[in-house]
DNA sequence: CGGTGCCTTGAACACAATCAAGTATGGTGG
DNA sequence: CCACCATACTTGATTGTGTTCAAGGCACCG
């Protein structure tokens, strides 16, 4: 493995948007636990428990197709990430969400909104952030389905190097625990398109990438691809 | 025009899921006011103003992209649905809201989600719908995402059907006031295929379509082709 | 070492977009 | 009411992007 990548990313969770919003939902999490990788949290289809808070690690939600069993990846979790907004105020949660990495985690634990013994501060800090996150989703959706392959990729590495710019990382230098495999999945692409637009963004100079290790060596360039049809 | 066809969705609009669980949001209403068919309704950017009601008639919200001139449709707004829900608790709507047919609209008007002098049921209410919604969205997207043009098209009048099954409407014989280039835009592909399609279906024996005219024949049919990627 | 899984690369194919006519439809003015 | 035009829709031919199928390479781990 090459060493030049510098690989940072291990500490503990610091400022993220949705902590400042959710103080007073914290107060309601319990122990944070260890889910070692490639293991599942929450299986399609089960009833919904709480909001799980991510501290470490990175895991998945996809949904399984019942026609051909190719997964389509819904989101990410990223340390300081919720999971479980989308199933707020329903009785199950959506899709199953499985570790890539050994994470961190904590619960916070309510069956029914209502049980939520919570200010109506609270209750708005909780709509701001549904509604952030579905503007989010939405704003991912139109890109995915109108945007060339190319595109999609380029946004993506984008988007992974702000967060991590947020998170007080490199932004050009990080280490993506996800497969290509998972990659495309998200993106809604077969795992082949993604190795050879990798391969084409390496020879045009864009990035480097050795294995989970990628260089961004060019960020406007990148940010040209994504913002083009 | 072919008159075998009955258009009979015309009256004023019944029980949608909204209604019930706003109540409380329905009495801060303002008087119904018309807006002319194509008409803008909400313009990309403008100030968040509040909800508005669709007593009757069609709109469409749309994102246009800057490279080319080609619009994505990210929501059609039938009689009963709430415009401006991606919106609450940011301040400006996100894309534009252009009336189809001629619209009968209310106001639910307030700026800032804390304006809203409503108890904490009421909070809890908006919260299970923008889930709901959010949920909704994600469903269309990953459909969108991956799935054949067939099986996208097939779905779009299988849940147009539904929709009219549930306001009380023949599921069957329906009228569609939105274009090809419409249905294409909501569906993400291009004008010619939705026409290609829909020959292609009328061949089948699956649906006829006169114009704006739908009469579904074999809505199992349609169901396998949605079903199978 | 030999295996297994993941990644890369090549070649052929398929689906849908684009380009290009040609055909209805609806609205307007004579 | 009809002639006309503009717009929407349909259909065909061609192209291109990305998938699928297939093979080979590379690293990690026993």
Avoid at 9 to 23: G, Q, T, Y
Avoid at 92 to 109: N, Q
Avoid at 178 to 197: F, G, K, P
Wanted: proline share 3%; hydrophobic share 35%; glycine share 4%.
């Amino acid at each position: 493995m090459n060493t030049s990548f510098t690989s940072s990313n291990n500490k503990s969770i610091s400022a993220s948007p949705s902590f400042n919003d959710l103080k007073t939902l914290l107060t309601f999490s319990q122990p944070l636990f260890t889910l070692r990788k490639k293991t599942t949290l929450i299986t399609n289809g089960e009833k919904f428990k709480g909001l799980y808070l991510v501290h470490s690690g990175l895991l998945k939600q996809s949904q399984l197709k019942k026609s051909s069993e190719n997964e389509i990846i819904t989101h990410f979790f990223f340390p300081g990430d919720l999971i479980g907004l989308d199933s707020i105020c329903e009785a199950h949660y959506s899709g199953s969400v499985t570790s890539i990495e050994t994470s961190g985690l904590s619960l916070i634990k309510f069956s029914k909104i209502e049980d939520l013994p919570i200010t109506k501060t609270s209750h708005i800090q909780l709509l701001r952030i549904l509604s952030r996150s579905m503007r989010n989703e939405h704003n991912r959706m139109w890109r995915t389905l109108s945007q060339s392959s190319d595109s999609r990729l380029a946004y993506f590495f984008i988007t992974m190097s702000s967060k991590f710019r947020e998170q007080g990382y490199s932004p050009n230098a990080f280490r993506l625990p996800m497969s290509r495999q998972d990659i495309a999945n998200y993106l809604c692409m077969a795992s082949e398109t993604v190795s050879r637009i990798i391969s084409r963004f390496e020879n045009e100079g864009l990035l480097a990438a050795n294995g989970h290790e990628y260089l961004i060596l060019n960020p406007e360039g990148l940010a040209n691809i994504a913002e083009k049809t």
